[in-house]
Antibody, heavy 121, light 110 residues
């Protein structure tokens, strides 16, 4: 059974940093691309960032480019999101998401339950 | 990276069919056959319903179907059931390792 468990969310002040982690199990982690997708309170889904199986291809939404960094450790079956210079508009539930493919152009076939990030003074 | 355009709401009577549209551009929906659809119940994580425009993952009822014409993709739910009442989101690959979602459609079963 595929499991994606996010951690690292919490309350943080504007301008500070936070690092999210996602522990994956139930599938061969290094065979698939992975993503972070967020959902603000009462809002729709927003793709944040994605990384290919070997970290060779990485993409970011324009809203986070230059502030967020995605990474993965295939030896630890883990995905990360380093979030710097956080803003109030980054407040959201952050989902760790598995891709159907190893590279680009896939679909999001498994989702974690999310970790809540609240940016407020 | 503008969001794809979906109607905020859609509705249909039990047993009927309803179609939800998802309009993008030639840089996303129209440029790739990587359109997918997700169902989300309140307080729950989204679930993949359709991928690569019209493919259904194992376990998704065949009442759900997808299609695409030009820059607009569509999700059709046939034989509407109460359990289909949820939010639906489309997504498309947008090139250069980027993806984009639609704003979401709240489906009501009358």
């Amino acid at each position: 059974e595929v499991q994606l468990v996010e951690s690292g969310g919490g309350l943080v002040q504007p301008g500070r940093s936070l690092r999210l982690s996602c522990a994956a199990s139930g599938f061969t982690f290094d065979d698939y691309a992975m993503h972070w997708v967020r959902q603000g309170p009462g809002k729709g889904l927003e793709w944040v960032s994605g990384i290919s199986w070997n970290s060779g291809k990485i993409g970011y939404a324009a809203s986070v480019k230059g502030r967020f960094t995605i990474s993965r450790d295939n030896a630890k079956n883990s995905l990360y999101l380093q979030m710097n210079s956080l803003r109030a508009e980054d407040t959201a539930l952050y989902y760790c998401v598995k891709d159907k493919n190893y590279d680009s152009g896939g679909a999001f076939d498994y989702w974690g339950q999310g970790t809540l990030v609240t940016v407020s003074s | 990276q503008s969001a794809l355009t979906q109607p905020p709401s859609a509705s249909g009577s039990s047993g009927q069919s309803v179609t939800i549209s998802c309009t993008g551009t030639s840089s996303d929906v129209g440029g790739y056959n990587y359109v997918s659809w997700y169902q989300q119940y309140p307080g729950k994580a989204p679930q993949l319903m359709i991928y690569e425009v019209s493919k259904r993952p194992s376990g998704v009822p065949d009442r759900f179907s997808g299609s695409k014409s030009g820059n607009t993709a569509s999700l059709t739910v046939s034989g509407l059931q109460a359990v289909d009442e949820a939010d639906y989101y489309c997504s498309s690959y947008a090139g250069s390792n980027n993806w984009v979602f639609g704003g979401g459609t709240k489906l009501t079963v009358l």
